[in-house]
């Protein structure tokens, strides 16, 4: 917000939703409960984490919200257009989710949602 606005932060727990047991986890990934053969434990009933980051800023352009999770996409002079695709990654590889909406003049709100126990990493996936 280079002309300045107001930045807002939420955080709180998210109960886990029917849609989150019947709907299959990414391919190649066990992190749903509906992966098929998984056994349900007691921390996947739990609730998720959600942060909610809403600003007042100038927004970004509905033709332009879907590739802002793209790599080397950027708007600005100086910017590699990184940030937002290894965000979304890292997310993603920890079994939550990102989702952004904005409207022009008004700002952009970006919600994140991780488990309360995050999945356990494969094997390949762990660093060493």
């Known amino acids: 917000m280079a002309t300045g606005g107001e930045l807002h932060i939420t955080c709180r727990p998210v109960p886990k939703t029917f849609i989150d047991f019947t709907t299959p986890a990414p391919s190649g990934s066990a992190t749903s409960p509906a992966a098929e053969g998984s056994i349900l434990t007691d921390a996947q009933y739990t609730a998720d984490v959600e ?10 352009p509905a ?4 590739q802002v999770f793209t790599p080397f996409w950027t708007k600005k002079p100086q910017g590699t257009g990184l940030g937002l695709a290894l965000t979304h990654k890292m997310i993603e590889e920890h079994g939550g989710t990102i989702h952004l909406t904005s409207l ?4 952009t709100t970006v919600t994140v ?4 126990t995050p999945p356990s990493l494969s094997p390949l996936a762990q660093i060493s």
Do not use: Y
């Open 63 to 66: 033709a332009e919200v879907d």
């Open 113 to 116: 949602r991780l488990p309360l």
């Open 51 to 60: 942060v909610v980051f809403q600003d007042t800023g100038v927004g970004i």
């Open 104 to 107: 022009v003049g008004h700002g």
